[in-house]
């Protein structure tokens, strides 16, 4: 029943040095084919699973789920780890759902994860670091 990616990060800690302050097991795209196929052609993603995109840019960002089959939210995050919006993104639905703000980050996780877990707008949910 995994989504066969095997390379979850974490386990309630997250990666590196607390980096991500959620019950998460978070996966981070390692190269640009990762980073562009995201959670494309799986057919589900683990109950208390994400992944985490890092951006090159703070800039305004969007995300689509064209061959993307599982109901997602995603958290815009700023550069300082703070969620600016959560936003739902519907399986299959082509036009990009795109930040309000200039951020750093997204977190994608399964619909309805966030209300869940009770992960709000304004909620800093990373530690950035200076890198």
């Known amino acids: 029943n995994g989504n066969g990616n095997g390379n979850g990060v974490g ?4 990666l590196g040095e607390s980096f991500v302050k ?3 097991n978070i996966e981070i795209p390692n190269n640009q084919t990762e980073f562009q196929l995201g959670l494309m052609f799986r057919e589900s993603l683990d109950e208390n699973s994400g992944m985490l995109f890092i951006f090159d840019s703070i800039d305004y960002h969007s995300f689509h789920m064209k061959n993307t089959t ?3 939210d995603v958290a815009f995050i700023n550069e300082n780890g703070i969620i600016e919006q959560i936003s739902e993104l519907i399986p299959l639905y082509v036009t990009p759902v795109t930040s309000h703000s200039l951020v750093r980050y997204a977190l994608e996780v399964n619909k309805g994860w966030f209300t869940e877990n009770n992960v709000n707008v304004g909620d800093k949910i990373l530690n950035c ?3």
């Open 11 to 14: 386990g309630g800690g997250g």
């Open 22 to 24: 959620l019950p998460l």
């Open 70 to 72: 599982i109901p997602l």
């Open 129 to 131: 670091g200076d890198n």
